[in-house]
């Protein structure tokens, strides 16, 4: 591999003063070309216990435990997140503490994935007797074939890189790198074992914005009750108005004696009835309302409605249940309020 002081050579023009611009971009350059590198070759030399260490995760039936020191703490810490997050359910033990009574989290029942680019970090390295003990699967992911950690594994990935992209060659950097990448790959093919699914991991998610994408359904946003400007055919379309402006979702439904939407008067409706020369006091609203409406269920995805209405050029939408009976309405605003748009 090429060293990285020579790759900031090849990659830098003009000024080489350090702190200058260029040679800032070209040590940045260097760097990702370098971490870039180190993962192409994990994946090259990706083999058979990869898939060991899938099958004694997937076979868990507890708790996937990931724990490392320093750096590799950190990362660590990020594939017990993206762990539980898809499907794998996991959690981070730091191992200086796990040898002072945080180990007591751990049960017969679960799997340990330890991480260390050394293979020899003493706070790891001490809990192995008691990991022998416990008799539960242990993945190592290691720089390091032979190391004591590798050596003391069920399963072992090797994670080494031939050099880190500090150039002088100590802080972390290309090494945690290919260990987080390892710790994805370890996930997605657990994640496509389990069968996980896009509504899974919105459960899993409910505040962010694909969990209300995928979870949240119209009934959970639309106005019911008094907030549904509705009126009746032979309203004049003066009254018709108050009730928009009363309501203020810039629309009202036209309903019979039994609920039944008939129609819809909106803003857009209003503009072309105005410039028709029709009489407000005296129009029915019957008269210049849109019959048959777009509308929907209340099971439907709000993400689904939000769609519909952008298909239409629509900004409302009437929400009526099996027999056409109007039970709710929304607008984009309320999508909007709801993060769902």
Do not use: W
């Amino acid at each position: 591999m090429t060293p990285i002081h020579t790759l900031i050579e090849q990659h830098q023009a003009g000024d080489t003063e350090p702190g200058s611009g260029e040679r800032l971009q070209a040590l940045g350059r260097a760097v990702l070309r370098l971490e870039a590198d180190a993962v192409t070759r994990l994946a090259e030399r990706l083999g058979p216990s990869f898939s060991e260490a899938c099958r004694y995760m997937l076979a868990c039936r507890g708790r996937v435990i990931v724990t490392g020191m320093g750096k590799s703490g950190h990362i660590g810490s990020k594939i017990a997140a993206t762990l539980a997050s898809t499907g794998t359910p996991a959690f981070f033990v730091h191992p200086g503490e796990a040898s002072h009574g945080d180990l007591g989290m751990i049960t017969a029942d679960d799997v340990i994935v330890a991480l260390s680019n050394s293979g020899e970090t003493d706070e790891i390295t001490a809990l192995l007797p008691l990991i022998k003990r416990l008799g539960v699967p242990l993945i190592a992911l290691t720089g390091r074939p032979g190391s004591t950690l590798a050596e003391a594994a069920t399963a072992h990935l090797d994670v080494g890189v031939e050099q880190e992209a500090c150039p002088l060659g100590l802080a972390p950097t290309a090494s945690t790198t290919a260990t987080l990448a390892a710790g994805d790959a370890l996930a997605v093919a657990l994640l496509d074992s389990r069968g996980f699914t896009a509504e899974d991991f919105a459960r899993s998610h409910p505040g962010g914005k694909l969990g209300r994408r995928l979870l949240l359904r119209i009934e959970d946003v639309m106005q019911t009750g008094e907030r549904i400007p509705r009126v009746r055919p032979g309203t004049a379309l003066r009254d018709a108005l108050l009730e928009i402006s009363r309501k203020g979702l810039g629309m009202t439904a036209i309903v019979d004696a039994e609920a039944r939407v008939l129609g819809i008067f909106t803003d857009g409706d209003l503009r072309r009835t105005l410039d028709s020369g029709a009489d407000i006091h005296h129009t029915a609203i019957e008269a210049v309302m849109t019959p048959g409406p777009h509308n929907a269920s209340p099971e439907l995805l709000a993400a689904e409605a939000a769609e519909r209405m952008e298909r239409h050029r629509i900004n409302a939408l009437l929400v009526t249940d099996a027999e056409q009976r109007l039970v709710g309405a929304l607008n984009m605003h309320d999508l909007l309020r709801a993060g769902v748009v």
